[in-house]
């Protein structure tokens, strides 16, 4: 448990990372991005004029041998990156947990590097199969890592609540700068409400039905894509969070697929959306399984599947 000073209330995640890069970059610094990534949080870097650099990745999270190497030659050109941010625990949008050995390797390159770790933690509390892993932040020796949390996920995203969780100097700096002290926070109202909600024993309970409600959509989708879908497509089990990352057939573009689907009555989030070079990802799509009822998304598995097999037959009769 992290102690009060080491704890700043923020309005959700997007304002504690908006507010991160607010005290800890300079224009034109590199930060270092997990990819695939959350698309959003890469929105929130680029509102500044940031290098943004995706970390190669391995099949436990990033690459600690190629991110080592990759810091290695920024530093040969002069460049030292200031950030580093993640989303470590049932990633948006693969559902990928870093393995302990990739958490351990990334916090101690970090630590030698004097590079500040962004966890991103948003899913944590929606675990499906059994508990998440330690967070980089439990594991990692005080200043390292930046941990942000939000009651987005687990309660409502109106609320517009969430907290970081960092070495002391660092929520001081945060809890004083000029935009918190102006308000005296950020919104008092909604944080004292999330409080109360769980200081009276709610939290728990209702993050369990969530847990238990996600977890039977998740599985009928799983059931449905492997009853459905045509050869040749991939997709890891997600043991948290909110989405299934779909690996397409080969020679499938899921740019291409996106307005089929739709016009067969289903949507998804090509996956060229979540890189850094927009160039990488159209092989792959996210799917979100936890707005939906289970028949609704055995439903959006056959409608997907027939927008597939629509766009393989499209091209075999351009190919004649
Ligand atoms: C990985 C990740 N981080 C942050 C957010 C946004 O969080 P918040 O509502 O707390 O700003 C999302 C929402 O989709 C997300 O997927």
Same mark, same amino acid.
């Given at each position: 448990?992290?102690?009060?000073?080491?704890t700043?209330i923020t309005s959700g995640i997007s304002h504690a990372?908006?507010?991160?890069?607010?005290?800890?970059?300079?224009?034109?610094?590199?930060?270092?991005?997990?990819?695939?990534?959350?698309?959003?949080?890469?929105?929130?870097?680029?509102?500044?004029?940031?290098?943004?650099?995706?970390?190669?990745?391995?099949?436990?999270?990033?690459?600690?041998?190629?991110?080592?190497?990759?810091?290695?030659?920024?530093?040969?050109?002069?460049?030292?990156?200031?950030?580093?941010?993640?989303?470590?625990?049932?990633?948006?949008?693969?559902?990928?947990?870093?393995?302990?050995?990739?958490?351990?390797?990334?916090?101690?390159?970090?630590?030698?590097?004097?590079?500040?770790?962004?966890?991103?933690d948003a899913y944590r509390e929606l675990?499906?199969?059994?508990?998440?892993?330690?967070?980089?932040?439990?594991?990692?020796?005080?200043?390292?890592?930046?941990?942000l949390g939000s009651f987005s996920k687990s309660l409502a995203p109106g609320m517009r609540v969430g907290w970081i969780?960092?070495?002391?100097?660092?929520?001081?700096?945060?809890?004083?700068?000029?935009?918190?002290?102006?308000?005296?926070?950020p919104n008092?109202l909604a944080a004292m409400t999330v409080a109360a909600y769980c200081e009276?024993?709610a939290f728990e309970?209702q993050v369990?039905?969530f847990?238990?409600?996600?977890?039977?959509?998740?599985?009928?989708?799983?059931?449905?894509?492997?009853?459905? $879908?045509?050869?040749?497509?991939?997709?890891?089990? @997600? /043991?948290?969070?909110?989405?299934?990352? %779909? !690996? +397409?057939?080969?020679? &499938?573009?899921?740019?291409?697929?996106?307005?089929?689907?739709?016009?067969?009555?289903?949507?998804?989030?090509?996956?060229?959306?979540?890189?850094?070079?927009?160039?990488?990802?159209?092989?792959? $799509?996210?799917?979100?399984?936890?707005?939906?009822? @289970? /028949?609704?998304?055995?439903?959006?598995? %056959? !409608? +997907?599947?027939?927008? &597939?097999?629509?766009?393989?037959?499209?091209?075999?009769?351009?190919?004649?």
């Amino acid at each position: 448990m992290p102690d009060a000073d080491e704890t700043a209330i923020t309005s959700g995640i997007s304002h504690a990372l908006d507010q991160l890069v607010t005290l800890c970059t300079q224009p034109g610094d590199v930060v270092l991005v997990e990819s695939p990534t959350y698309h959003l949080a890469v929105r929130i870097l680029r509102d500044r004029p940031l290098k943004l650099i995706a970390i190669p990745g391995g099949p436990g999270g990033p690459d600690p041998a190629a991110l080592s190497e990759l810091i290695a030659s920024l530093k040969r050109q002069g460049e030292r990156p200031s950030l580093l941010y993640s989303v470590p625990t049932f990633n948006n949008p693969t559902g990928l947990c870093w393995s302990d050995d990739v958490r351990r390797a990334v916090v101690a390159l970090a630590e030698h590097e004097r590079i500040l770790i962004v966890e991103d933690d948003a899913y944590r509390e929606l675990s499906y199969d059994g508990e998440a892993p330690p967070s980089l932040w439990h594991i990692a020796p005080s200043g390292v890592v930046a941990r942000l949390g939000s009651f987005s996920k687990s309660l409502a995203p109106g609320m517009r609540v969430g907290w970081i969780t960092a070495g002391r100097d660092l929520i001081a700096r945060i809890r004083t700068c000029g935009v918190m002290d102006s308000g005296g926070g950020p919104n008092q109202l909604a944080a004292m409400t999330v409080a109360a909600y769980c200081e009276d024993g709610a939290f728990e309970p209702q993050v369990a039905r969530f847990r238990e409600a996600y977890r039977a959509r998740r599985d009928a989708l799983m059931s449905a894509l492997a009853a459905h $879908l045509p050869a040749g497509w991939q997709a890891r089990m @997600p /043991a948290g969070g909110f989405f299934v990352w %779909v !690996r +397409l057939p080969a020679g &499938m573009s899921s740019e291409a697929l996106l307005p089929v689907a739709e016009a067969a009555g289903m949507s998804f989030v090509p996956g060229r959306r979540f890189f850094c070079d927009s160039r990488n990802g159209d092989d792959a $799509l996210r799917l979100a399984f936890t707005l939906y009822s @289970p /028949a609704q998304l055995e439903t959006a598995a %056959v !409608r +997907l599947a027939q927008a &597939m097999r629509r766009c393989v037959s499209d091209a075999e009769e351009r190919s004649g």
